[in-house]
Every structure is written in C-alpha cells, then in structure tokens.
C-alpha cells in the first residue's frame, strides 16, 4: 500500500514540473507575451492550441529595428469610429505623425489614442500603432500588427518594431480587433516581432 502511495505522489509531482516548463524568448518583450499567452487566464489562445503552446514565433531580434522617429503632434483632429474585424466602432483620434527612415527610405505612420481608454488613469498616456508590411498574409499575420507607445514628452519616439505583435484575432475569431487604417501601409519587410501563428 506504501509503495503505491508512493507512486501517485512521484507521478503527481513528475505532472506538476511538466507544466512549469519554463518560459521561452530571446527578449524580455518575447517573454513576456509568452508568459501571458501561456497563462490560461490572460491567453487569447483556444484550449485547443493553449494545450500544446510552447511559445510563439518571433522574427530574431534585429537592432536596425530600433528606430528614433520624429514625432508631430497632430492636435486639431477630430474623433472616428475606427473599423473592427466585429461590428464594435471604438473612439479613436489620430494622435499624430511618425517619420524615420528605414532601408534607406523615409516612411510615415500615424498613432492614434483609444478614447474610451484614456479615461483610465493607467491608459492615460497610452498610444496605439497599428501598421501593415511587405510581411503580411507571408511571415506575419496577413491583417498587420500592433506596437503599443507612450506620449512622448518630446519631439521624438522610439519605435521598437521587434516588439511588434499580433492581434487577438489572429488568434481566435471571438475578439473585436481594430483594422489596420490604410494609410499606415509601410511599402518594406519589417522583419521584427511577432510572426504568423501556426495553428
């Protein structure tokens, strides 16, 4: 009777250092997101792919990817509806405008604020940049990505695009995730950050 008390309790404790596996990335960026898509209670993932998630695939990080934009504040724009992959039209308002280069180019993207997020205090100073690439529908998720920035307090920003992810809903059709405004189509590879999810 011992030995088989005994027994149960090795195999409980062998399934319990199972699912301590520790948590995998180059980055404190890529651990982070995998540490929360690991986590049932934060995760957008189905059970489905949850159960065998080791960690998602990231392009390697690539230090061209840093980049020091110059920032304009853009402070007479009007509230939208921004467009969802759902019928949800949350406030946005075009924050303002982002220029760097790149590969020998000089690119612009728009940041916007989330109306209806800023309210809260830890949102307040939160900034929202979705973006398309040569990448999409390829190595990333064909409905672009999304970096998350703060106000700066200055005239310029730092735009890490090897902290590029992907929306909720290349994850799982149930979320309600912003479409990519057109204009912030970037006519080069960004081969940073997330990649496409292979379900």
Same mark, same amino acid.
């Given at each position: 009777?011992?030995?088989?008390?005994?027994?149960?309790?090795?195999?409980?404790?062998?399934?319990?250092?199972?699912?301590?596996?520790?948590?995998?990335? $180059? &980055?404190?960026?890529?651990?982070?997101?995998?540490?929360?898509?690991?986590?049932?209670?934060?995760?957008?993932?189905?059970?489905?792919?949850?159960?065998?998630?080791?960690?998602?695939?990231?392009?390697?990080?690539?230090? &061209?990817?840093?980049?020091?934009?110059?920032?304009?504040?853009?402070?007479?724009? &009007?509230?939208?509806?921004?467009?969802?992959?759902? $019928?949800?039209?949350?406030?946005?308002?075009?924050?303002?405008?982002?220029?760097?280069?790149?590969?020998?180019?000089?690119?612009?993207?728009?940041?916007?604020?989330?109306?209806?997020?800023?309210?809260?205090?830890?949102?307040? $100073?939160?900034?929202?940049?979705?973006?398309?690439?040569?990448?999409?529908?390829?190595?990333?998720?064909?409905?672009?990505?999304?970096?998350?920035?703060?106000?700066?307090?200055?005239?310029?920003?730092?735009?890490?695009?090897?902290?590029?992810?992907?929306?909720?809903?290349?994850?799982?059709?149930?979320?309600?995730?912003?479409?990519?405004?057109?204009?912030?189509?970037?006519?080069?590879?960004?081969?940073?950050?997330?990649?496409?999810?292979?379900?």
């Amino acid at each position: 009777m011992k030995s088989i008390v005994l027994l149960f309790l090795i195999m409980s404790l062998l399934s319990c250092a199972q699912d301590k596996r520790p948590v995998v990335g $180059d &980055t404190e960026f890529q651990k982070e997101i995998n540490a929360e898509y690991k986590d049932a209670t934060t995760s957008p993932l189905k059970d489905k792919d949850l159960k065998n998630f080791k960690g998602l695939e990231f392009f390697k990080f690539d230090s &061209t990817y840093v980049i020091k934009a110059s920032f304009k504040r853009t402070p007479d724009e &009007t509230v939208f509806k921004m467009k969802t992959t759902t $019928d949800r039209l949350p406030d946005y308002v075009k924050f303002g405008e982002l220029s760097f280069e790149l590969k020998g180019r000089v690119h612009q993207l728009n940041v916007y604020q989330n109306q209806g997020l800023i309210k809260d205090s830890e949102y307040e $100073d939160y900034l929202f940049l979705p973006f398309l690439d040569l990448t999409n529908g390829e190595e990333s998720y064909g409905g672009g990505r999304y970096i998350d920035l703060t106000v700066p307090d200055g005239n310029t920003l730092i735009v890490d695009f090897n902290s590029a992810y992907n929306p909720y809903c290349a994850y799982n059709e149930k979320y309600s995730c912003p479409i990519v405004p057109r204009e912030n189509y970037l006519d080069v590879k960004i081969r940073a950050g997330v990649k496409a999810f292979k379900k």
